[in-house]
């Protein structure tokens, strides 16, 4: 059953139930609170990405420049690193669960608040795809292991061996002493979360990753989560999120930053207290990567993160950037 039809029977079976006041409230537009970031100045249409993905967001500016929705621009953006086999930290060619099997997680959010999400699923190279399937076609948010699978090819994909030559010889390297004992932006850093404003000025996000290496076999992190990988207020901005995803899960770090935003604070404000937050949970181990981004209604950007070294790439009609984000930690 698809989504519409599902809503509008639900809707039909409770609408003599609502008294008219009430009915005509909640049809109401809401309203932005004063706080609330205007839509009046600013850079758009604008598509941001964690990370230096320099053809991700060249592929996403291509659909923005067209007129293309944000919500089109981040799901064609973040599936170039789901297609890219050097990238071994997304889609395929990512490194695997300790059991050798790749398994990949993604979200996506657009501008009503819709949203779709896998987990843990095998033999899918597009797992963002399949998340705007799952918020478009089902009444669901969020499929998981071999139900996400299923649903993919019934969705018309076709099964892929994720696991790469390269991808697996280092899994049997890493076998030998079975350390688990993830590196400062390099094994973490790839996740790829990505924000944008199109030409109407409307917000969505997308995120996707293959998960820390050699996790145990059914881990899942931050990233395909709505509210700590990434979240969307339309009305507000978005923020999405990289690093050790257990302390952003923790914190429900997007939706923390895009509050933050709502309650008056910049896009580069509300990322350095969601790191406080966890820096606030960890006083006593800081040994770990955690980087944010969020974009506010009028394109306006920021970053924060714990240990130098997370960039962010930016583009819009300003130009094509890597920005280096202000760190917690100095180097």
């Not at 990434?230 to 050790?244: H, I, P």
Request: hydrophobic share 35%; proline share 3%.
């Amino acid at each position: 059953m698809k989504r519409r039809k599902f809503l509008k029977n639900s809707s039909t079976l409770t609408a003599g139930m609502i008294s008219a006041p009430l009915l005509a409230t909640c049809q109401d537009k809401p309203k932005i609170g004063p706080n609330v970031v205007e839509d009046s100045i600013g850079t758009k249409p604008i598509a941001i990405c964690t990370w230096n993905f320099e053809n991700a967001t060249a592929k996403a500016w291509e659909v923005l420049k067209k007129g293309g929705s944000a919500l089109d621009a981040v799901e064609q953006g973040v599936r170039i690193e789901e297609a890219d086999v050097t990238n071994q930290t997304v889609g395929k060619g990512g490194r695997p669960d300790r059991n050798g099997n790749v398994t990949l997680d993604a979200c996506i959010m657009d501008k009503d608040g819709n949203c779709g999400a896998v987990l843990c699923m095998q033999n899918i190279e597009h797992p963002i795809s399949v998340a705007r399937k799952v918020m478009e076609e089902t009444p669901h948010v969020m499929l998981a292991g071999t139900g996400a699978e299923q649903f993919a090819y019934e969705m018309g994909f076709e099964k892929t061996n994720l696991l790469t030559e390269k991808s697996k010889q280092e899994w049997l390297e890493w076998k030998k002493t079975a350390e688990y004992k993830p590196i400062i932006n390099i094994e973490n850093h790839d996740t790829i979360g990505m924000l944008a404003i199109d030409v109407n000025g409307d917000i969505s996000g997308a995120c996707t990753t293959s998960g820390m290496a050699y996790k145990y076999a059914g881990r899942v992190g931050d990233s395909p989560i709505i509210g700590a990988g990434l979240f969307v207020d339309n009305e507000v901005g978005g923020a999405t999120a990289t690093g050790v995803g257990e302390e952003v899960v923790r914190t429900v770090g997007s939706f923390l930053i895009v509050e933050l935003m709502r309650q008056g604070k910049s896009p580069q404000e509300a990322c350095e207290e969601g790191v406080r937050r966890i820096i606030a949970k960890n006083k006593d181990n800081t040994d770990f990567q955690i980087g944010f981004i969020a974009m506010n209604k009028k394109g306006e950007t920021g970053s924060y993160c714990i240990q130098p070294g997370f960039t962010y790439r930016q583009y819009s009609e300003a130009g094509h950037v890597n920005n280096i984000s202000e760190s917690f930690l100095k180097s």
